[in-house]
């Protein structure tokens, strides 16, 4: 399963209305067979701009939190339709995480970037035909 990234903006309720949100969107995430490996709250903020919910209610704080999320593809848009109908979430999204790009070196294999390894006489052919189209140029210029 791929991972992902959960970002939500709530609205900032109580202690006690936000820990309610939490485990419907937690539901919501195992119902669509996920696994979360991690929730972050960072706090209530000021949003951008005046965000309205489902609900046509108005919001100009919200509360920001992240989650990190294994599920499938399938899964995960039926996750963020089920997240986007609750009445308590201002925005919700997914963002799908690539795999850290690990460099060969470190592994213990050899090092390519990216060079083709060009025998010597096409190098030496490609060379001459550059120089002498650059020649033929200069040659027509003068007269």
């Known amino acids: 399963m ?3 990234e959960v970002s939500i903006l709530a609205k900032a309720l109580a202690k006690t209305e936000t820990v309610q949100v939490l485990k419907r969107v937690c539901q919501t995430i195992w119902r669509g067979e996920g696994i979360i490996k991690k929730v972050e709250n960072l706090g209530i903020r000021e949003t951008p701009y005046v965000m309205s ?3 046509g ?7 920001y939190i992240t989650m990190d999320v294994d599920m499938t593809v399938p899964n995960s848009k039926f996750v963020l339709s089920e997240m986007r109908k609750d009445f308590d979430l201002i925005r919700s999204n997914a963002i799908r995480l690539d795999n850290e790009f690990i460099r060969p070196c470190s592994t213990g294999k050899e090092c390519v970037f990216g060079e083709d390894m060009i025998d010597e006489t096409k190098r030496r052919n490609w060379k ?3 120089l ?3 020649y033929m140029r200069t040659q027509n210029r003068e007269k």
């Open 2 to 4: 791929p991972p992902y």
């Open 53 to 55: 919910t489902n609900d």
């Open 57 to 63: 209610q108005k919001c100009r704080e919200a509360r």
């Open 128 to 130: 001459r035909n550059k």
């Open 132 to 134: 002498k189209k650059t």
